[in-house]
Nanobody, 124 residues
Framework: QLRVVESGGGLVQPGGSLTLSCTAS????????IAWIRQAPGLDPEVVGC????????RYADSVKGRFAISRDNGKNTVYLQMNSLKSEDTARYFC?????????????????WGQGTQVNVSS
């Protein structure tokens, strides 16, 4: 079965850190651009960040720049979203998406795979 699965969400206090993981089964993540998208209740989905295919170029939303970082572990077929200095406004469901034709630099294109998401709650 071809799919991506997210993990690592949970409850964290403001200022804390979490690392989300996105693991693929049935295909190789390195052949895809990977974007992390979050959606909070009542708000539009937001592309938090993206990592490109070959050069692994990353791009982040202004709202998370300097706090979040995306990386790949090709040996584990996994992409990570390291989230630091978390704020209450980071509370959302976070989805991992994989697109063979998604352009991270322009944040354009479509996704071939979506995960079920993992919930992140930032609260004291």
């Amino acid at each position: 079965q071809l799919r991506v699965v997210e993990s690592g969400g949970g409850l964290v206090q403001p200022g804390g850190s979490l690392t989300l993981s996105c693991t693929a089964s049935g295909f190789t993540l390195n052949n895809y651009a990977i974007a992390w998208i979050r959606q909070a209740p009542g708000l539009d989905p937001e592309v938090v960040g993206c990592i490109g295919r070959s050069l692994g170029i990353t791009r982040y939303a202004d709202s998370v720049k300097g706090r979040f970082a995306i990386s790949r572990d090709n040996g584990k077929n996994t992409v990570y979203l390291q989230m630091n200095s978390l704020k209450s406004e980071d509370t959302a469901r976070y989805f991992c998406t994989a697109g063979s034709r998604y352009d991270c630099s322009r944040t354009t294109g479509t996704f071939d795979y979506w995960g079920q998401g993992t919930q992140v709650n930032v609260s004291s």
